[in-house]
Structures are given as C-alpha cells and as structure tokens.
C-alpha cells in the first residue's frame, strides 16, 4: 500500500471510527468478524493457552470505553528473531492458501511439492569405491620426512627446556570469522482491537542485539517478501504514543473466514475463542522468523 494511500486511507478510517459505533452484535458465523467482547474472550483464552502473552491498559488518554480498562491489547515481548524472513525464502517455497493465486501465502513448503527436493542416495558401488580410496591412504608409519620437515621438528622446543624460552617463530591463532555469529532480534508483538475492520490486528516493534530499535526498513526483512510489499504499514499506534509497524487488516476477515470455513467443512469445531489462537497461526505466514507463542491447537 502505498504511502500516500495508506496515509489517506487512515484518516478516513480514523474519521469513521469516530462516528460509527462499535459493532454490538456477532457476525461471527456470517463473516467471521469480531465485537469487542468476542475480542476480549478471544483474548482472555490466548492468555491462558499461552501465558507469554498478556493484557495491558496502554496509554490512559487513548482508552477505548467499550473495553475494560485493563484489557485494551495484548502483547508480548521479546520474542526471538534468529533470521532474516530472506534466509528463510530461499530454502523454502511460497505457495497460496487453497491454491488461489492472489492473497495471503504460507511461508512452508507446499505438500504436493514435498517430494521435490529429496536428495539422492548414494549407491553400495560408490560407497565401496569410497573405501577403495581409503585404503589407498598410506599409513603414519610410512611416511618420510623430508628435509623442510626435518628442520620444523628440529626447531621445536624440547621438553624440559629453559622456562621462558621463546621462539623466533610467533604462534598462530586460530579466529572464528565474524559471520558465524549470529546475531538475534527480538520483538514485541501487540495484538490491537481494530473497530473499522473488527478484526485484530498485529504490531511489531523490532530491536537489534543491544536492544536499539529498528527501522522500518529492518523491519521488512523480517517479512515474508510477498507481505512486505502489500500488507505492512507503518502507523500510530492505536494504544500507545509510537508509531510502529502492522500488517494491514483490510484482507484479515476473508482470510479468517476462509480458513475457519475449511475446518468446520473438515468435521473440525471451532468456537469464537480460538479466534486469536488461529489469527497467530496465519500471521506465521507473514513473520516466518519471529518465534512468537502460538502452539496450542485450533479446533476439535
């Protein structure tokens, strides 16, 4: 979305949301939207399903009135980032939910392609060519020394020799190059009310290793690059005085909805109050890498 859209598009929003009540009464069968208490209980399960997360008051001039005053959004924190969503995509293949060509993707390989990259197994007749060459390795007591070699081990110093004696040579060390080291993020993750959408809506505040926050540039590469260029934004924050990147909520109810469709096709129940507890599950697509807590599961 672009800069100038999103911008006007949030002020439209925003204008609306002050006028337009809440919604009062579900529509949760219908268009898999939630009121504001389906959204508290929604809450109040993934809190106890999952104690990493929890409610807070947020800023006391931007409380919400049709919520209660300790339960304006929920968050968790320091959640581990150990990679870019770019390491990930390149070992992994995208592929849309149900097949359609435009929407939300999984960031997981697509079951119908899992057979794809099996490797190859290596045969008996190269294993045994492998031992060929093995034995053809001569054995330490074979070998000679040659001259150069010869003057290494005569320069080396002998034991018992004079404490403190140094040689002309300087030690090697050996270093570990600086790329090895992984280097982790950690976010803190908001799940917001959204009254225009009635949905949730995710937020993501990233810092680096000494806990500088990051840009929003740096934030991206922590996106699934199809997300990234469609669905991120950077806004106000809806509770707190920052602004902070979210995943755009304008597609989240065709995605709920579809996806809980599926499962009550399926033979599978599901009750308003696993609501977050799937919205996670789908989102996993969008953050690939940020390891937040989302694994008690949906449905019956």
Known sequence: MSSMRNTL?????????????PLTKSQ???????????FVAAGDYLVR????????????????????????????????????A???????????????????????????????GTEDIPSI?????????????????DL????????????????????????????LRAEEPED???????????????????????????YDETRHPLNPQQVLEDVSEEHARKTITVDPHPNLSINAASIHPCRHAEVMKKLVDNMVEAGRTFEVQHYLLLFLKFIASVVPTIQYDYTMSVGN
């Open 9 to 21: 598009h949030s002020l439209y929003k925003k204008a609306a949301e002050a006028v337009l009540p």
């Open 28 to 38: 949760f069968d219908e268009k898999r939207v939630l009121t504001p208490e389906e």
């Open 49 to 84: 399903a999952c104690p990493t997360w929890s409610w807070e008051a947020g800023d006391p001039k931007k409380k919400r009135q049709y919520f209660p005053a300790d339960k304006q959004f929920l968050v968790t924190r320091n959640v581990p980032c150990l990679k870019r």
């Open 86 to 116: 770019t390491d990930v995509e390149t070992c992994n293949t995208e592929f849309a939910l149900n097949g359609e060509e435009e929407g939300w993707v999984a960031t997981h390989r697509d079951p119908a392609n899992a057979q794809a």
């Open 125 to 141: 007749d190269e294993h045994d060519n492998k031992k060929d060459e093995e034995d053809e390795i001569p054995d330490i007591g």
């Open 144 to 171: 000679e020394l040659k001259e150069d070699d010869e003057a290494a081990v005569s320069a080396a110093p002998r034991a018992g020799g004079a404490a403190g004696a140094s040689s002309s040579q300087p030690y």
């Open 180 to 206: 090895n080291i992984v280097r982790t993020r950690t976010y803190d993750l908001y799940i917001t009310y959204d009254q225009y959408y009635q949905v949730p809506r995710l937020w993501l505040v990233g």
